[in-house]
T-cell receptor
Framework: RKEVEQDPGPFNVPEGATVAFNCTYS??????FFWYRQDCRKEPKLLMS???SGNEDGRFTAQLNRASQYISLLIRDSKLSDSATYLC???????????FGTGTRLQVFP | SQTIHQWPATLVQPVGSPLSLECTVE??????LYWYRQAAGRGLQLLFY??????ISSEVPQNLSASRPQDRQFILSSKKLLLSDSGFYLC???????????FGEGSWLTVV
């Protein structure tokens, strides 16, 4: 089983739609979780950290489900500018390194 | 505020030629530094990381090497490039190992 798994997509959604991505992780001892956004041919940029109680930043909501070992990202009122690849990132407690998922591609159309 | 820069942004190199990518971080001291590679359609692969000057940990055996001659400088090198070395190379830094990581702009390498 991969350490971090994501549905590669693409998710094609109209402007204004709500879309959600899930990401599963294999190590139950992981403590740090993040979502990064990567535009085509650019570097990944931190979108938001994921806290145990869940957290919201504007139209973006992140949730952590420890029992089922997954994190989610919900995007409300999708904008064209949200089109990107979203990377799920989880720490590896054994090595203190971050493990990156291969990303979920989102395409928002007019 | 902290900034990270890497260069060159793009390069095309023939097979067997050497490589040197450089990265510097400003606005912080004793950062953890990383080199990642992202091949086409694949995820980020950690190549090297460093927790201090002269301290390099290699994650994947290959013909690449890394050096950290100064606190905020990280260099990725190769003596002889292979076709399979083509990809998007990203330098990154973090304050805490295993916590939020910040990337440079990336370097696109095409080996021909």
């Amino acid at each position: 089983r991969k350490e971090v798994e994501q549905d590669p997509g693409p998710f094609n959604v109209p402007e204004g739609a709500t879309v959600a991505f899930n990401c599963t992780y294999s190590n139950s001892a992981s403590q740090s979780f993040f979502w990064y956004r990567q535009d085509c041919r650019k570097e990944p940029k931190l979108l938001m950290s994921v806290y145990s109680s869940g957290n919201e930043d504007g139209r973006f909501t992140a949730q952590l489900n420890r029992a089922s070992q997954y994190i989610s990202l919900l995007i409300r009122d999708s904008k064209l500018s949200d089109s990107a690849t979203y990377l799920c990132v989880v720490n590896s407690p054994n090595t203190d390194k971050l493990i990156f998922g291969t990303g979920t591609r989102l395409q928002v159309f007019p | 505020s902290q900034t990270i820069h890497q260069w060159p942004a793009t390069l095309v190199q023939p097979v067997g030629s050497p490589l040197s990518l450089e990265c510097t971080v400003e606005g912080t001291s004793n950062p953890n530094l990383y080199w990642y590679r992202q091949a086409a359609g694949r995820g980020l692969q950690l190549l090297f990381y460093s927790v201090g000057i002269g301290q390099i940990s290699s994650e994947v055996p290959q013909n690449l090497s890394a050096s950290r001659p100064q606190d905020r400088q990280f260099i990725l090198s190769s003596k002889k490039l292979l076709l399979s070395d083509s990809g998007f190379y990203l330098c990154a830094w973090s304050e805490v190992l295993g916590n939020t990581i910040y990337f440079g702009e990336g370097s696109w390498l095409t080996v021909v």
